[in-house]
């Protein structure tokens, strides 16, 4: 998941004190009223090294009262702590009624560092993820706004900034062994922090990812949600109707910080049509090999399809299942839901198109329609497609944890390469069929769209079952990629 | 915890068909309504083989339309089955909005016959246990009622109806060997009964054990939980503000269906002067060496007290401390709460008191508070002493799996003793000051509050952390037996 966020993301220094100064009364002006209304606050900063953690929380507690907050740094354990519960040093530091605490580092120590290096791993792993959820669960409950920060930067920025302390004598002091340690073991890190906020990223204790190689962008971005966090909260107290008053406007900034991964998609690629040919034959023929092999060795495969309309699904699927033995796929269209499967459980029509064991289904669209299309069109409530990304990860978990294989794609193509493809199929009679009303209504709705898809891709690309996005301006390119795709993931399990 | 539960509990004939075709009519209406408001609905009954789940699914299907639920029972896995998610089977089967499906053994054989057949341990077993409960959430949030009943007899209750069964050669078919492993297993299944409970009783999806000894008491029992929970959701649809309008008048034997433990505690125990002393001195020798052992082995220890008013908690205490080293042990006593105390978590000042690695804390009352006296007074709400069960059990589970040695209390006594102890205070000048104008009012509320402590002892009785209720009218027996089983649970943990 980590490895799909934009990096790039940076806000000018003119357009930064244009808005900071008007976050920073905003903020203050909240926290008076959360110590009126008693409510308490847990902030959790969690990042990278030199990520920026420290300037800024610093920043945060500028236009704060000195008298109603506390910043805790957590580090290594003290004997007292390590003869307790590894939450009791946080359970006995949980904020006042009306106080905010700031976490510089948190009880996710335990599932980073600690697993990392004392090896954590099963049955304990597992219960320390638990406690962790019934510890914010029960804050929660009692009416604490909990919010997580993960601050994120590459690889490369990390050293880069490494290097840029080390190089100065007053600084040098801050890059210690453990740093450069945990800096060679990025690649490790990124997957059990990937882990890690799958499994406490909850309604009640949301995880949101910091874009931090612009330090300016990374705290506009935190006071901001910030802000709408407790704004929520005394909204939701001074009116327990009028829960979702005016957050939008009171925060001008909210499209802008969203975290996105398809801005940094490279449409330009493309591939050759011989090489394409060559290539596309011998991927053709490894993956009826492997349909084979699966099918003596009782392995599910599950190839979901999602996309903009026109980015070449239904080609696509054509090259992969073309020289496939029938007997052991079978291509599952899904479009709006029949009216019994709308009166039951939205995943209930999915759970009924599970592959039996040793067969591959092939979902042109799937259950992401739910935060797709329901999700813009108003087919389901705020409500229900929020909870959907759980749902959908909890089924995914379980179908993988059984040994499905599941791939997952996302055909992407810009703007002007769909108006190209509608101007074509309205033109050519052969494909006229392909073009409906509904396909421009859709796209007057682009932004909508991948804002949803962008999402959607961050929040349900899991360790266990990966979305791909392919770049689909080119289609050989896109059809060999998602061949490759598919055939390493089998191979992989196998 | 199914040990606790009074199995004695009956109703006589006269009584049972007074009532329960007002329940029929009740039902059939409610089912009316929830087939227009389109409400799904899931029953499940898990239990003891010959504890009457087929007869009690016969009678509670006899007033509804049979066009409008289906019954599903649950045996050895097809073909097909083996080769899906063990929920696959049961998600497919999921009822229409508006339909009720019941489950005559249900996804819960994985946590049950399977896990005891098949050995299913450590990460697969929690992770069915995840798995089970997010599935029940996705359908509670879905808008399904979800109710779960678990039908209890004693072994020697089933081994009495397995040997009818065969001594009649028309019924004799229906024990087979397989019943006859189980009821042999009864020991080894009570426990992870009481485990599968422990993890699985959700607020959305709530458990309730069923006294079966006899068939008209649990049919009235379920009947009455089933309207009950009916009529909650119908009500929340009609009305989203009066939820909680007339349920308790409309169901009329809402008290004598609870489940109660306290009812068969034998207070005739006693135990003679000459054998209290020398026990007394034996025990106190030994615990004295047990709190050495302790604190060079680093065990921490709780020793939690609740029970009546005058029930002799204070005496009892005195005798275990008695001979201790008091640098190894503290008595902590639990009143009302402070104004700093109210404005955290009620559990954040119990987490404040947590004993340090090799000492013992002796809580005089609790934690336990929460559902007890605050429930009572109304000091909180009910959404919150509800959740509260979850949260406390939550709390021990992570001190247990920490190491610390959790032991409970409850000090039963009647309500004839406690009046002639409070009239013996009144009477003893010395004594005096241990009586107060709320003890006096505590005891006007003496059913609340034996409601109140039934419902915690059989919700926090867990397999960690057991109650163990002291029969206290002899205060002699009592204090015996509360050193003995701390001397026990600590020589266990050594």
Redo the contacts between chains.
Sequence with gaps: MLEKVDLTKKMDKEHYKEIIEELQIKLSSLERQVRQL?I?VIIVFEGWGASGKGTLINKLILPLDPRNFNVYATNYLSE?EK??????RF??K?????RIAIFDKSWYRRTLVERMDNGIK??EL??SFE?IK??EK??A??G?VILKFFLHISKKEQNRRFKELESNSSTAWRVNKEDIKHHEQYDDYIKIIDEMIEKTDDSFAPWTVIESSDSRFATVKVFTLVIKALQEKVDEYNSKKEKKSAISQSVGEASIINSTTLDIVDLTKTVEKNEYKSKLKEYQQRIRDLEHEIYTK?I?VMICYEGWDASGKGGNIKRVTENLDPRGYEVIPVGAPTE?EN??????RF??K?P??GHINIFDRTWYGRVLVEKIEGFCSEEEWK?SY??IN?ME???T??G?VIVKFWLQIDKDEQLRRFKERESIPSKNWKITEDDWRNRDKWDQYEGAANEMLLRTSTTYAPWTIVESNDKYYARLKVLKTVIDAIEKKL
Excluded at 83 to 88: E, N, R
Excluded at 94 to 98: A, N, Q, S, V
Excluded at 343 to 348: C, R
């Design positions: 008693k308490p007292e003869s307790k519960p590894f939450l009791w359970w006995v949980t904020p006042e009624r009306g099963g049955k597992s219960s406690d019934s510890f029960a804050l409950d009692d604490n009782k599910p019994l009166s039951h459980h939205y995943l209930w759970w009924n599970i039996k064991a909870r759980n749902e909890d978990t379980q179908l944890n059984f499905v």
